[in-house]
């Protein structure tokens, strides 16, 4: 696989080739980064001309996401409200005497948070983000594993890790499964779908019919979960 960037339409555009039989165009989040997929043997020429057509495409795709509602920044204070699986916790962050911190959950709606005295507010952000993603880890590892033997197929290794342009991600060949540590934060529905989208892409690498089918019959309804998956708030670190 080959990636190289070039400036088409006063766009930078990555563009990368690999051993599929359709050019695809995407446009993602949160700026609108444009890249190509290409056919090993399409021409440059023929790349530029696929761009410059869906041109007005990718600029109504770029100003829907500028104008994205984004989440403010956390500042992870008494009040503040953070989600879980889409559920608002509201925070209570109080110090204490010990030199470790603890998450503890108050009811569905509150969150407590032990902090050492002083602490600074990034090491407040990092030990949030490692909770989130604990949690999203708990919940996900028995849907993977349900929907992996439902689906027939098994991954070498999974994990969780931030992404910026993508919910998750899957390499066929080494048979790996990423998903996105923001997902967290979002209903579980959506992180059902996410999760059978990359499994599938061990049957079917690519969004093909065959692909597609498998999603039909699986979660007749992932094309609704998608569209709200993708409309909610950005993170705020257009994290």
């Known amino acids: 696989m080959n990636t190289e960037v070039a400036e088409i339409g006063g766009l930078d555009v990555e563009i990368v080739r690999k051993k599929i039989k359709n050019l695809h165009i995407g446009c993602y989040p949160p700026e609108g980064r ?52 889409g559920r608002p916790l509201r925070l209570e962050v109080q110090e204490w005497d010990k030199k ?67 919910w998750g991600s899957c390499n066929p060949d080494k048979s790996i499964i990423w998903l996105n540590a ?18 599938a892409h061990l049957i079917y690498p690519t969004h093909d019919k065959k692909f597609i089918r498998v999603l039909d019959s699986n979660l007749p309804h992932w094309r609704n979960i998608r569209c709200e998956l993708n409309e909610l708030p950005l993170a705020a670190w257009t994290e």
């Open 182 to 199: 923001e997902l967290a934060k979002k209903p579980e529905r959506m992180i059902d779908y996410v999760i059978l989208h990359e499994l």
């Open 34 to 85: 444009v890249r190509v997929a290409a056919p090993e043997n399409v021409t440059a020429d023929a790349i530029r001309l696929a761009v410059l057509t869906r041109m007005s495409w990718i600029r109504r795709k770029q100003t829907q996401f500028l104008s994205q509602e984004r989440q403010s920044p956390r500042r992870y204070i008494s009040g503040e409200t953070h989600f879980l699986f």
């Open 100 to 166: 470790v911190h603890r998450f503890f959950r108050m009811g569905n709606d509150k969150l407590l948070f032990n902090i050492p005295e002083s602490t600074e507010q990034e090491k407040l952000r990092r030990w949030m983000n490692a909770w989130l993603k604990s949690e999203l880890r708990k919940l996900a590892a028995p849907r993977l594993e349900k929907w992996a033997l439902h689906l027939k197929v098994q991954p070498r290794k999974w994990g969780i890790r931030p992404m910026k342009t993508k």
